[in-house]
């Protein structure tokens, strides 16, 4: 069965610094997609990112990056020079397309808080 | 676009009431999902469709309905509530096998 695993319930840096967020996944499945969401204070769901699993490239968006190691079975997620504004739960996600039906069903982690102290 | 919308944002409900929470979409997107989530335990999938006149069961359907008449509409009802069906819920749509968007949340509070 499919498992996202984020062990860090909460973090918290002081502005500036930079943070990594952690995801481990499980999978029996050889062709899957792995996906982080943001939910800031006022609860809604932002998409940030999403990697199937035949691309390891790691990808830098601004400030946010993203190693995906298949190796490790990881998905993690670095905000560099963190802001007031990253202050929110980040989700780690895992979907197996079924090729008979494309259902993107998400199988999410827990979420790790946040916190940007100024 | 709106992209995926949901209504009522807030509702109180007695035990043993039902209820719709709407979410529709304008992406024509063929895949809608909805998810609750629940303080320490992320989101969970309720029901899902991948097509008008096609739905299915998540990992947490129990006391809950589903139908897809239109692309556009995914209602998720609620047969008889209970307290433990208090909860933010979620509606999301994708294109098959695309990233999911996700609709502002419904909070549910049943007494």
């Known amino acids: 069965a499919q498992k996202v695993t984020q062990a860090q319930t909460e973090i918290s840096v002081v502005e500036k610094e930079d943070v990594t967020l952690d995801c481990v996944y499980e999978?029996?499945?050889?062709?899957?997609?792995l996906f982080w969401y943001k939910q800031p204070p006022s609860g809604e769901l932002v998409f940030l990112i999403r990697?199937?699993?035949?691309?390891?490239q790691n990808e830098i968006s601004g400030r946010y990056s993203w190693n995906f190691q298949k190796s490790t079975s990881s998905f993690n997620f670095t905000i560099t020079a963190s802001q007031v504004v990253d202050s929110a739960v980040y989700f780690c996600?895992?979907?197996?397309?079924?090729?008979?039906?494309?259902?993107?069903?998400?199988?999410f982690g827990t979420g790790t808080r946040l916190t940007v102290i100024p | 676009n709106a992209g995926v919308t949901q209504t009522p944002k807030f509702q109180v409900l007695k035990t043993g009431q039902s209820m719709t929470l709407q979410c529709a979409q304008d992406m024509n997107h063929e895949y809608m999902s909805w998810y609750r989530q629940d303080p320490g335990m992320g989101l969970r999938l309720i029901h899902y469709s991948v097509g008008a006149g096609i739905t299915d069961q998540g990992e947490v359907p129990n006391g809950y309905n589903v139908s897809r008449s239109t692309t556009e509409d995914f209602p998720l009802r609620l047969l008889s509530a209970a307290p433990s069906q208090t909860s933010v819920y979620f509606c999301a749509s994708s294109t098959l096998g695309g990233a999911g968007y996700f609709g502002p949340g419904t909070r549910l509070l049943v007494l």
């Open positions: 999978t029996r499945d050889t062709t899957y997609y």
């Open positions: 990697r199937n699993s035949f691309d390891e």
């Open positions: 996600a895992l979907s197996e397309v079924p090729y008979s039906t494309g259902a993107n069903n998400l199988f």
